[in-house]
């Protein structure tokens, strides 16, 4: 079981940057794709940022021009900046990686980290 470590979450007031981390450490799956979701009290789980191996993004349109994601293919993290953030911003992200251990297909989720931004 692969284990995806994150790290950044936090209280922050409107207008304010956090940066997200997220980590795993396993030598044989390959993560095709790396990102972020949230889940706020209420509501469904949602996509915030993707991004895959060769650098294709997506973002959750609310997203766009505050956040941005990036990765470090070699160091198996990927990384969420957030600025301009909004109380509407405050849920639990949850880092995600799908991708494949030798020919079968794997997805895995990180245990979420709570991102509150008040107003």
């Known amino acids: 079981q692969v284990q995806l470590v994150e790290s950044g979450g936090g209280l922050v007031q409107s207008g304010g940057s956090l940066r997200l981390s997220c980590a795993f450490s396993?030598?044989?799956?390959?993560?095709?794709?790396m990102g972020w979701y949230r889940q706020a009290p209420g509501k469904q789980r949602e996509l915030v940022a993707t991004?895959?191996?060769?650098?294709?993004?997506r973002y959750l349109d609310t997203a766009k021009g505050r956040f941005t994601i990036s990765r470090d293919n070699a160091k198996n993290t990927v990384y969420l900046q957030m600025i301009s953030l909004k109380p509407e911003d405050t849920a639990v992200y949850y880092c995600?990686?799908?991708?494949?251990?030798?020919?079968?297909?794997?997805?895995?989720w990180g245990q979420g980290t709570q991102v509150t931004v008040s107003s």
């Open positions: 995600n990686a799908r991708g494949k251990v030798l020919f079968s297909d794997r997805e895995y």
């Open positions: 396993d030598r044989i799956f390959r993560a095709v794709v």
């Open positions: 991004m895959t191996t060769d650098g294709s993004t």
